[in-house]
C-alpha cells in the first residue's frame, strides 16, 4: 500500500461524465458488489469477456472474484463505474490496476457494458485511471490488448498512448503512456488530494 488512507473509500470516489454529459460514479468495489459484479461479467458478450480476460469464460472464476474484490492488497485495485436505473445502482464498467512500484508503472485492465459502449466511458474511465496513476507516484502507465481487439487499439492511441509489441506474447499488443503531472495538477479532486497527501508524508517532503 502507498502512505495514504483507504480507511474511508469513498472520498476516492469521482463522478465522470458520459458523452452526453449523464453522470457516472466511478468508486472502488465492495464486498455488496459481489453479485452485482459477477452479473457485469456475465451479461458481456462473449467476445468482450475474452477481449478483457484473454479466454473464454462466463464469469469471474472464485480465485479471480476474490481478487477483484481485494482492494489494496499487494497494491492492486479494482473500481466499478455505476449509473442510477429505476432506482438501483448498476455497474456499467470496470478497471483492475496495480502498482509496480519497482518500477514506478501502473498496469490496468478495464471493459464496458455492450450496451453502454459508444457512449464515451471508456475515455473518461481512462483519463481518470491517469489521475489515481499519478497519485500513487507511477511515471508510466501501460497494458496490454489482443492485436485483433481494434475497439482498444483505437482508444489508446486517442488517449495517447503508444503501441509496442508486447515482450512476451505476439498475440498481444502493449500501450504506454508516460504521465507528467505534479500532485497540485492532476485534475481528479479526489486524487490531487491523495497525491498531495502522499507528497507531504514522503520523507523527502519532511528532509
Known sequence: MGTYRLEDLKQYSDTLRTRDGEAINVRFVEPRDTEELQHYVRSLSTRSRYNRFFGAISELPKGLLNDFLQVGERDRFTVVVTRMVDGFEIIVAE??????????????????????????????????????????????????TLRSNQTMISLARK??????????????VRFDKEIHRAPKDIPCASWRLAALSRQADSPSASA
Open 159 to 172: 488517449s495517447g498512448f503508444g503501441l509496442v509489441n508486447h515482450p512476451d506474447d505476439w498475440k498481444l
Open 95 to 144: 478497471a483492475r490496476y496495480a502498482l509496480h512500484a519497482e518500477t514506478s508503472t501502473l498496469e490496468f485492465g478495464l471493459s464496458v457494458d455492450d450496451r453502454w459502449q459508444g457512449h464515451g466511458i471508456a475515455t473518461a474511465l481512462m483519463k481518470n485511471l491517469e489521475c489515481r496513476a499519478a497519485a500513487l507516484g507511477a511515471e508510466h502507465m501501460f497494458a496490454d
